[in-house]
């Protein structure tokens, strides 16, 4: 079954690969690439590939015979191969150029978490404060001063002086 719900990107592409009982046939791969916004929809590509696997791959198809020839609608689509193919199963291999991006490290934009080593805190010091969640800067003087104030007060972000 041709049945993928999985949305695309531009630069993306999708390969279908046929076996036999010894193994891949590359000269059957067939695969798509997404150039544009209307493909990236999942009924989009695969009806794509569905036809050009019909049109390249001798004796498989794919989607529904009917009067007209073969019909490929939405959804899962059947693959059939030719029993004297020789062709047992298929694959698809998806080539994405979109990758989700990694989380930032919080760690690396700060020197310390509030209130640690509050004493040496310094103009540019960058404070992690846990309970907002945000990273805070002590200002230059004559402000430097409340960054080093154990107060809670001067609590970066909730004291009632900040």
């Not at 989607?63 to 298929?90: D, L």
């Not at 991006?101 to 310390?112: A, E, M, T």
């Not at 010091?125 to 402000?143: A, D, I």
């Amino acid at each position: 079954m041709l049945a993928q719900v999985r949305q695309l990107h531009i630069g993306d592409v999708v390969t279908a690969h046929f076996f036999t009982k010894e193994g891949e046939i590359s000269a059957l791969r067939v695969s798509t690439k997404i150039i544009y916004h209307s493909q990236k929809d999942a009924h989009a590509w695969q009806g794509e590939l569905a036809n050009a696997i019909n049109v390249h791959v001798p004796l498989v198809k794919v989607g529904c015979c009917s009067a007209q020839g073969w019909v490929i609608g939405f959804g899962s689509q059947p693959v059939m191969a030719h029993t004297h193919s020789g062709i047992t199963h298929f694959k698809l291999e998806f080539q994405c150029k979109f990758q989700p991006k990694k989380p930032v490290d919080k760690r690396s934009q700060y020197d310390h978490v509030f209130p640690q080593a509050q004493h040496s805190y310094r103009q540019g010091t960058r404070v992690w404060h846990e309970p907002s969640g945000r990273c805070y800067r002590c200002k230059p003087w004559p402000f430097t001063e409340y960054c080093r104030n154990t107060a809670p007060q001067f609590e970066p972000g909730s004291g009632a002086l900040w």
